[in-house]
């Protein structure tokens, strides 16, 4: 069975930082994309980030370049997402989610139609 759980989140203030963590169980982890992505209510789910399990390349969204980075930890099948320098407008529930990674995965901002697998979601709320 297939689970990503997430963690991390939580409230902080303008200008701080969080590390979310999506730890993932049930399928070959360098086989797979990551992606992260957040919701606000009465909003899309918007694609934040993404990470090949095969080949570690990366993907950000404009708003987020320069403030938040992907990692991934293929021994303990878990990704991280470093927010820093985080803004009121980060406010949203972050989920992550998997896909069998293809090439060219990371060449575009990853859509929600696109994942298979999600986690729960954990929120993250950045006060001013």
């Known amino acids: 069975e297939v689970q990503l759980v997430e963690s991390g989140g939580g409230l902080v203030q303008a200008g701080g930082s969080l590390r979310l963590s999506c730890t993932a169980s049930?399928?070959?982890?360098?086989?797979?994309?990551i992606g992260w992505f957040r919701q606000v209510p009465g909003m899309e789910r918007e694609g934040v980030s993404c990470?090949?399990?095969?080949?570690?390349?990366?993907y950000y969204t404009d708003s987020v370049k320069g403030r938040f980075t992907i990692s991934s930890d293929n021994a303990n099948n878990t990704v991280h997402l470093q927010m820093n320098s985080l803004k009121p407008e980060d406010t949203a529930v972050y989920y992550c989610?998997?896909?069998?990674?293809?090439?060219?995965?990371?060449?575009?901002?990853?859509?929600?139609?696109?994942?298979?697998?999600w986690g729960q979601g954990t929120q993250v709320t950045v006060s001013s």
């Open positions: 990470i090949s399990g095969s080949d570690g390349s990366t």
């Open positions: 989610a998997a896909v069998l990674s293809v090439p060219g995965i990371t060449l575009r901002r990853p859509s929600p139609y696109e994942y298979d697998y």
């Open positions: 049930g399928f070959t982890f360098d086989d797979y994309a």
